[in-house]
C-alpha cells in the first residue's frame, strides 16, 4: 500500500490520538485522602517513639506487621522477631535508649492503603542530640492504622 505525501500528517494525527489512547494517566489521589494518611503516619509515629521513651519494647513493635523489613549497614533483617531481638538490648537493663522522636515527615500515598513515609528520626540524652539521620518507610494501614512494612533508617 502506497501512502500519498498528501496523508502523512493525517496518519500521523491518527497514530498520534492511537498512543494517547493507550497511555495511563496517573491522577493524585485527593488531598483529603494525602493528609488522612499523613496523620494516621504520623499518629503511628508518635505511637512508636512514646512506647520507645517508656521503655515498651513490645508496643514499639507493634507498629511493624510479622513479616516486615528492616535495612541496616550489615544487611536486611527479616520478620519482626529479627527486628525485635535487635532492639532488645537497648531495652533491657544498662542498655541505652535516648529520648527518640521524629521530625520532617513527608508521606506519599503509592496506593489507598500503602505509603512512603520519610522523616529525619532525632535520638536525644538530656538537652544533646546523639543521633539523627533519615528513615524511609513503607507502611500499609492494616485495620485501619497504619503499620511498617519496609523500615530503612540510617
Same mark, same amino acid.
Given at each position: 500500500?502506497?501512502?500519498?505525501?498528501?496523508?502523512?500528517?493525517a496518519a500521523?494525527?491518527?497514530?498520534?490520538?492511537?498512543?494517547?489512547?493507550?497511555? =495511563?494517566?496517573v491522577v493524585?489521589?485527593?488531598?483529603?485522602?494525602?493528609?488522612?494518611?499523613?496523620?494516621?503516619?504520623?499518629?503511628?509515629?508518635? =505511637?512508636?517513639?512514646?512506647?520507645?521513651?517508656? *521503655?515498651?519494647?513490645? *508496643? %514499639?513493635?507493634?507498629?511493624?506487621?510479622?513479616?516486615?523489613? %528492616?535495612?541496616?549497614?550489615?544487611?536486611?533483617?527479616?520478620?519482626?522477631?529479627?527486628? #525485635?531481638?535487635?532492639?532488645?538490648?537497648? %531495652?533491657?537493663? *544498662?542498655?541505652? +535508649?535516648?529520648?527518640?522522636s521524629f $521530625?520532617?515527615?513527608?508521606?506519599?500515598?503509592? *496506593?489507598?492503603?500503602?505509603?512512603?513515609?520519610?522523616?529525619?528520626?532525632?535520638?536525644?540524652?538530656?538537652?544533646?542530640?546523639?543521633?539523627?539521620?533519615?528513615?524511609?518507610?513503607?507502611? $500499609? +494501614?492494616?485495620?485501619?492504622?497504619? #503499620?511498617?512494612? =519496609?523500615? =530503612?533508617?540510617?
Amino acid at each position: 500500500m502506497r501512502i500519498s505525501p498528501r496523508s502523512i500528517p493525517a496518519a500521523l494525527l491518527a497514530g498520534t490520538l492511537a498512543l494517547a489512547a493507550c497511555v =495511563h494517566v496517573v491522577v493524585r489521589r485527593p488531598t483529603s485522602d494525602a493528609a488522612e494518611a499523613r496523620a494516621g503516619v504520623a499518629a503511628m509515629l508518635e =505511637h512508636g517513639a512514646g512506647a520507645w521513651n517508656r *521503655g515498651d519494647l513490645d *508496643g %514499639f513493635m507493634s507498629d511493624y506487621v510479622p513479616d516486615a523489613t %528492616f535495612v541496616t549497614g550489615r544487611g536486611v533483617v527479616r520478620g519482626v522477631a529479627a527486628i #525485635r531481638e535487635r532492639y532488645a538490648p537497648r %531495652f533491657g537493663p *544498662g542498655g541505652v +535508649r535516648d529520648s527518640l522522636s521524629f $521530625r520532617d515527615l513527608e508521606v506519599d500515598l503509592l *496506593g489507598p492503603d500503602v505509603a512512603n513515609a520519610v522523616a529525619f528520626y532525632v535520638l536525644m540524652r538530656g538537652d544533646s542530640v546523639t543521633s539523627t539521620g533519615p528513615t524511609s518507610l513503607v507502611v $500499609r +494501614r492494616v485495620e485501619g492504622r497504619w #503499620r511498617i512494612v =519496609h523500615d =530503612h533508617s540510617s
